[in-house]
């Protein structure tokens, strides 16, 4: 103490300081490990992430721990122009069954679906590509999907075969719900449902209320790993999206779903 000159109380509580025991050390290395399989969990899914695995730890800590250790959420929301597949009245235009009544009890009875727009580069040219992804509203479950270098109607109709193949057990008519698009207007996909005696029904022109499932569902696939990035090729986007949908699927926690992922909840729902 003579020679740092330092009065005995201060010297004594820095010793201690350096000698405290970090009682949090333990919830931070779990909250770290928690960042790394979920980018973009804020305060609320890790107090829940963190209850899972046994650390019961009040939401307020939680914020202040995360801030300690730098675990601030990086993806953005950013307003971009909606992929509009309307092209006028080319086929059939179904009548608006759902009217925003997207929640239901049922797995596999209320469907939704809609098209949404990539734009990566390859040799510094921009090019697009185009998810076609079919939503339980029972638990948001991505059920089928596909991608495609261009807006087909083959891409649709793929992603609708495995829909009506993983819904077929479903007890109820089924209802299949879209936006006035080209490919859901098509002679094909009105007839297709018809014979699997599926209602369809779409949304009104222009109301994008109307399919507001879809609509979050884009939005935060492009906030998580979209948006901010550029990409080389229409492969390196595709595995991307198709990660993260799996991700989205088995391990997305969501409050709505009692902290559970799409697929946890529908399995929980089925074994009780």
């Excluded at 638990?139 to 109607?153: D, F, G």
């Excluded at 390196?236 to 009692?258: A, D, G, S």
Aim: with cysteine; hydrophobic share 30%; net charge positive.
């Amino acid at each position: 103490m003579k020679v740092t000159g330092f009065p005995k109380a201060t010297y004594y509580y820095w010793v201690n300081c350096f000698e405290r025991v970090n009682k949090d050390e333990l919830i931070e290395k779990e909250m770290l490990k928690i960042r790394q399989e979920h980018a973009n969990a804020g305060y609320r899914p890790m107090s829940e992430l963190l209850k899972q695995r046994g650390y019961h730890v009040n939401h307020k800590k939680v914020q202040r721990l995360m801030k300690k250790l730098g675990l601030r959420v990086t993806s953005y929301w950013h307003k971009s122009r909606k992929y509009n597949s309307y092209k006028g009245k080319v086929g059939t235009v179904a009548k608006n069954k759902l009217h925003r009544r997207f929640r239901t009890s049922i797995p596999h009875q209320k469907i939704t679906t809609d098209t949404t727009e990539f734009k990566y580069y390859e040799d510094g040219i921009q090019k697009k590509c185009y998810l076609n992804p079919y939503i339980d509203l029972f638990n948001s479950e991505v059920i089928s999907y596909h991608i495609s270098k261009q807006p087909s109607y083959q891409s649709i109709d793929i992603a609708l075969n495995q829909a009506l193949a993983v819904t077929s057990d479903c007890p109820y008519r089924r209802t299949f719900h879209s936006d006035q698009g080209w490919g859901y207007q098509m002679r094909d996909y009105v007839s297709k449902l018809k014979s699997h005696r599926i209602f369809q029904s779409m949304s009104r022109k222009g109301n994008c209320h109307d399919n507001s499932v879809m609509e979050n569902f884009f939005g935060l696939l492009k906030q998580e790993i979209y948006y901010g990035h550029i990409f080389s090729s229409f492969e390196e986007l595709e595995q991307v999206i198709v990660i993260w949908i799996r991700y989205y699927n088995t391990k997305r926690i969501k409050q709505k779903l009692n902290w559970m992922s799409p697929i946890q909840f529908r399995l929980n729902y089925q074994n009780n």
